[in-house]
């Protein structure tokens, strides 16, 4: 089964800007589509951004014009830039794709983003 890692989380004031990194274990275009997850304290995990094999992207609402999913096949990873960042932005964020072989959702261990000045 395809193993996705996170990392790129951090401490940034208000303003600021962070970019998260997935790597997958294997050619990314066998996971698709690839997704990034939110998760707040003591709230439900929300969708942020998807992204799929052929490079079709959204994003939700609230984070749309400040954040961007992109890809890099070659490297077998996919990014979050995260621009404009606010504190409601504080989350843990988690990577998940679709494993086209297995046909199941795989999940990142997470990492964490805290906008505080």
């Known amino acids: 089964q395809v193993q996705l890692v996170e990392s790129g989380g951090g401490l940034v004031q208000p303003g600021g800007s962070l970019r998260l990194s997935c790597a997958a274990s294997?050619?990314?275009?066998?996971?698709?589509?690839m997704y990034w997850y939110r998760q707040a304290p003591g709230k439900e995990r929300d969708w942020v951004a998807s992204?799929?094999?052929?490079?079709?992207?959204n994003h939700a609402d609230s984070v749309k014009g400040r954040f961007t999913v992109s890809r890099d096949n070659a490297a077998n990873t996919v990014y979050l830039q995260m621009t404009s960042l606010k504190p409601e932005d504080t989350a843990v964020y988690y990577c998940?794709?679709?494993?086209?072989?297995?046909?199941?959702?795989?999940w990142g261990q997470g990492t964490q983003v805290t906008v505080s000045s």
């Open positions: 998940k794709g679709r494993d086209n072989y297995l046909n199941v959702d795989v």
């Open positions: 992204i799929t094999a052929g490079g079709t992207t």
């Open positions: 294997r050619n990314i275009n066998s996971i698709n589509p």
